[in-house]
């Protein structure tokens, strides 16, 4: 009966440490879930940011910014030409 006894210790053991493992896997994916979360309200807020920087500020020229202000500008620019291409396919 020993030897039984020790089979079932150790399936109980080992069921014990996959049980744990599991839920610290488990613990690692919420706490990687929450820094994605944080992470990504990080980025929308870097990104109002600069929206409203660009309202304010864009057409003022501040050297510093100048690149990235006419890198918008030239991306909305060709957006809107897209958009009017799109609109005369559809015949708008």
Avoid: H, P, W
Avoid at 43 to 58: A, D, Q, W
Avoid at 71 to 87: P, S, T
């Amino acid at each position: 009966m020993d030897i039984f006894e020790k089979i079932g210790d150790t399936i109980s053991a080992k069921g014990k440490e996959a049980a744990d493992k599991a839920k610290e896997i488990a613990e690692i994916a919420s706490l990687r879930s929450q820094i994605a979360t944080c992470e990504e309200i990080i980025k929308k807020n870097y990104l109002e940011i600069g929206r409203l920087y660009y309202e304010r500020y864009g057409d003022m020229g501040e050297e510093y910014f100048e690149k990235q202000c006419r890198a918008v500008r030239n991306a909305r620019n060709g957006a809107e030409q897209l958009q009017k291409k799109i609109n005369e396919i559809k015949g708008l």
